[in-house]
Structure formats: structure tokens, C-alpha cells
């Protein structure tokens, strides 16, 4: 089952530039998670944002996180070619019978050109 | 820090046979473990979730008797793709959840590199 829409679905801007994808889910979170994945690679856990928490920060990234829209969005500042990858926020639910998974969303496939 | 391995990483079989994918926590134990499946460009959907000892919990539309899951000890949990067919070629990863490492409340999930299985 899918948690999340994520937009935009691709994202190509230049180096030096700001890339901000949002993250919208559907039910009552723990916390959410964002995530990057190279092409063909595995997962790389960027940050991490409790539900009670509404920004984070972690060197270039900035986090924020809306409950009341259920809403996330992730700011990545002064991208360089090194970013391009593909984004995903991922939500661990606090369904019961979902038994606190972690849900991803469809992803921002994002391209900074050098 | 807390390494999850999958063995193998990629995979070439033909249609018809079966292939058993390995998850493995090397650092930590692990009472639970998640399988996802990856098709390209698109997102990681959840397949199962595993506890050992005990049998998967299989998400909606996911074949039980295609997809054995084994989570044998605290360690160790396997995919088994059953008579696989062209279509079930994608990128399945495994993800270990620490029993002892709480974050926010919950515990804390560690991603396995991946395996890419072809189907011929």
C-alpha cells in the first residue's frame, strides 16, 4: 500500500540552485522519514522528523512537517551535481493493525545539472 | 552502526525456477523484517513484514504462495520467489528493524543494498 504523493515527480534545476519537494501522506503518523536513492542502489536515510516536530535540519537539508495538513517537504540548498537522485518520504504509521510500518511515497526524481 | 546485507545482489534465473534471496542483520538482532519490491522508477512498495518465529504478514495483493518468506532466527529472514515468471523481475529490498534501538517511539529500520532479480 502506498502512504504518500510526493511532487514534483521530477525536478531538474542547476547547481547552486534550491530543490524543495513536498510530501503529503494520508494517515496519523510516528514520525517521517526522508530518504535518497541513488540509480539501481540501495536506500540512504537523510532525516528523520518526529511527529511532534515541525523543522529539522541536517547540514543542507531542512525538514518541515505539517500534521495538520499532513504534509512534509524537504529543502536541499545550494544542490550540487552529487544530489541527483531520487527522494522519497516514507511515514511510520500509527494505524494499529499496520503495526507501525513504514509506508514510502511515489518519490521526486530530482536532477541537478552541473 | 547497525549493516543489513542482502545476498544476492543480482540475480538472473529462468522462468519456471525459484530463487531464495537472503536478508541478513549483521549487527544487530532483528524481531522484525520487511520485504519491498521496486519496479523501475517507481516507489518501494511494502510486501511482507516478518517475525521470527512466527509467519509473514502478507500486504493486499501480494501472493502468499509465491512470495515465501522465512525469518528462521533474529538474524536472518528469506525471500523465496516461487515459479517466477518474467514479471516478477524487479528490485526487492529488505529492511531489519532493531529490537534494542528506539527513535521517537518506534524502533529503528535499517535497509538492506537491494537485489535485482531477472526473470528470463
Known amino acids: 500500500s502506498q502512504q504518500g504523493e510526493e511532487d514534483p515527480q521530477a525536478l531538474s534545476i542547476q547547481e547552486g540552485e534550491n530543490a524543495t519537494m513536498n510530501c503529503s501522506y494520508k494517515?496519523?503518523?510516528?514520525?517521517l522519514q526522508w530518504y535518497r536513492q541513488n540509480s539501481g542502489r540501495g536506500l540512504v536515510h537523510l532525516i528523520l522528523?518526529?511527529?511532534?516536530?515541525r523543522e529539522k535540519h541536517s547540514g543542507r537539508l531542512r525538514v518541515t512537517l505539517d500534521t495538520s495538513k499532513k504534509s512534509s517537504s524537504l529543502l536541499i540548498t545550494a544542490s550540487r551535481a552529487a544530489d541527483t537522485a531520487s527522494y522519497f518520504c516514507?511515514?511510520?504509521?500509527?494505524?494499529?493493525?499496520?503495526?507501525?510500518?513504514?509506508?514510502f511515497g511515489q518519490g521526486t526524481e530530482l536532477s541537478v545539472k552541473p | 552502526g547497525a549493516v543489513v546485507s542482502q545476498h544476492p545482489s543480482w540475480v538472473i534465473c529462468k522462468s519456471g525456477t525459484s530463487v531464495k534471496i537472503e536478508c541478513r542483520s549483521l549487527?544487530?538482532?532483528?524481531?522484525?523484517m520487511f520485504w519491498y519490491r521496486q519496479f523501475p522508477k517507481q516507489s518501494l512498495m511494502l510486501m511482507a513484514t516478518?517475525?521470527?518465529?512466527?509467519?509473514?504478514?502478507?500486504e493486499q495483493g501480494v501472493e502468499k504462495d509465491k512470495f515465501l518468506i522465512n525469518h528462521a532466527s533474529l538474524t536472518l529472514s528469506t525471500l523465496t520467489v516461487t515459479s517466477a515468471h518474467p514479471e516478477d523481475s524487479s528490485f526487492y529490498i529488505c529492511?531489519?528493524?532493531?529490537?534494542?534501538?528506539?527513535?521517537?517511539?518506534?524502533?529503528?529500520?535499517?535497509f538492506g543494498p537491494g537485489t535485482r532479480l531477472t526473470v528470463t
Open positions: 522528523i518526529r511527529s511532534n516536530e
Open positions: 549487527d544487530f538482532q532483528a524481531t522484525t
Open positions: 516514507a511515514t511510520r504509521t500509527l494505524i494499529y493493525n499496520q503495526g507501525g510500518k513504514l509506508i
Open positions: 529492511s531489519a528493524r532493531n529490537k534494542d534501538h528506539t527513535t521517537s517511539g518506534g524502533y529503528e529500520q535499517y
Open positions: 516478518s517475525n521470527e518465529g512466527s509467519k509473514a504478514t502478507y
Open positions: 494517515t496519523s503518523i510516528n514520525n
